[in-house]
């Protein structure tokens, strides 16, 4: 898997929120001035992107102390402090959105994740995000994905091939699409990437089937009782995911079902972010 350059990610962050400088603070506080400042719970959720807020704080100004009293994954409620901070006033103010934005956003999506986990956690179904992410935060969103309970898909395009219902269109079909990607793999010395193939209906089912050589069989758009009678044709030969419009009120049918995998758009797309403020005392 590709090393994302986190530290990349944080430096043109700050490029992006202070330009030519935080001319609010440099105007009325003093460059020498220390003081402290808490990060406060304004609702409940799960707690995601404190390693990130502390990289953050390192990266603005290396003397700055953090003492944190939670860690990523707890639970949290109004009014608890996630951490305390304490250096130069300037350098705190130019963290301050930064921190805010990606911890508000990654707490928000593991409390949507822990959310679905918890209602299959008796289950062995693992709920799954998908590429469905904001560009350029895709590995953040992801690591909040994780935080709360659920697991990482493919990361990218490179990391595991997934033939859609394009790609098999576009190929000539299911066998052509298979052959095809197996041959390329081998070719290419990418033997290791496993190959997941999207099946709409359950003749496409019986094809692959037939065929043979992936790893995983995506079940797109199937009902809850299209999905049960897929996976027991399938039998334990493949990995099953569905995929499709499942919300928290239908995920527990489809794990139900027996599926390894169920995945989930809206982890990451469909987020309201945890409210939570940064303020001096």
């Given at each position: 898997?590709?090393?994302?350059?986190?530290?990349?990610?944080?430096?043109?962050?700050?490029?992006?929120?202070?330009?030519?400088?935080?001319?609010?603070?440099?105007?009325?506080?003093?460059?020498?001035?220390?003081?402290?400042?808490?990060?406060?719970?304004?609702?409940?959720?799960?707690?995601?992107?404190?390693?990130?807020?502390?990289?953050?704080?390192?990266?603005?100004?290396?003397?700055?102390?953090?003492?944190?009293?939670?860690?990523?994954?707890?639970?949290?409620?109004?009014?608890?402090?996630?951490?305390?901070?304490?250096?130069?006033?300037?350098?705190?103010?130019?963290?301050?959105?930064?921190?805010?934005?990606?911890?508000?956003?990654?707490?928000?999506?593991?409390?949507?994740?822990?959310?679905?986990?918890?209602?299959?956690?008796?289950?062995?179904?693992?709920?799954?995000?998908?590429?469905?992410?904001?560009?350029?935060?895709?590995?953040?969103?992801?690591?909040?994905?994780?935080?709360?309970?659920?697991?990482?898909?493919?990361?990218?395009?490179?990391?595991?091939?997934?033939?859609?219902?394009?790609?098999?269109?576009?190929?000539?079909g299911i066998e052509k699409a298979i052959s095809a990607t197996n041959?390329?793999?081998?070719?290419?010395?990418?033997?290791?990437?496993?190959?997941?193939?999207?099946?709409?209906?359950?003749?496409?089912?019986?094809?692959?089937?037939?065929?043979?050589?992936?790893?995983?069989?995506?079940?797109?758009?199937?009902?809850?009782?299209?999905?049960?009678?897929?996976?027991?044709?399938?039998?334990?030969?493949?990995?099953?995911?569905?995929?499709?419009?499942?919300?928290?009120?239908?995920?527990?049918?489809?794990?139900?079902?027996?599926?390894?995998?169920?995945?989930?758009?809206?982890?990451?797309?469909?987020?309201?972010?945890?409210?939570?403020?940064?303020?001096?005392?």
């Amino acid at each position: 898997m590709i090393n994302y350059p986190i530290d990349d990610l944080i430096r043109a962050a700050i490029a992006e929120d202070i330009g030519d400088g935080d001319h609010s603070s440099l105007s009325c506080i003093s460059e020498t001035t220390k003081g402290k400042a808490r990060l406060i719970i304004k609702e409940t959720g799960i707690l995601a992107g404190l390693r990130i807020a502390k990289k953050i704080f390192a990266t603005i100004d290396s003397e700055l102390k953090v003492e944190s009293f939670l860690e990523d994954g707890a639970k949290v409620s109004v009014g608890e402090i996630a951490f305390h901070v304490e250096g130069k006033i300037l350098s705190i103010l130019q963290a301050e959105r930064l921190v805010l934005n990606f911890m508000q956003r990654m707490s928000g999506i593991a409390t949507v994740t822990n959310t679905y986990a918890k209602l299959i956690s008796d289950l062995k179904t693992q709920v799954l995000d998908t590429r469905k992410t904001t560009p350029g935060l895709r590995l953040i969103e992801k690591e909040a994905v994780k935080i709360g309970g659920g697991t990482n898909h493919r990361m990218g395009l490179y990391d595991m091939v997934m033939l859609k219902d394009n790609h098999v269109d576009f190929a000539g079909g299911i066998e052509k699409a298979i052959s095809a990607t197996n041959n390329y793999l081998k070719k290419n010395n990418k033997e290791h990437l496993q190959i997941e193939i999207e099946v709409r209906n359950k003749q496409e089912i019986r094809q692959v089937l037939a065929i043979g050589g992936v790893h995983r069989i995506m079940l797109d758009n199937f009902s809850v009782a299209e999905t049960k009678k897929a996976v027991e044709l399938i039998a334990g030969k493949y990995e099953t995911e569905s995929s499709g419009g499942i919300t928290h009120k239908t995920i527990r049918n489809y794990a139900l079902c027996g599926v390894d995998f169920v995945s989930v758009g809206a982890l990451t797309h469909q987020i309201k972010s945890i409210d939570m403020s940064l303020k001096a005392f």
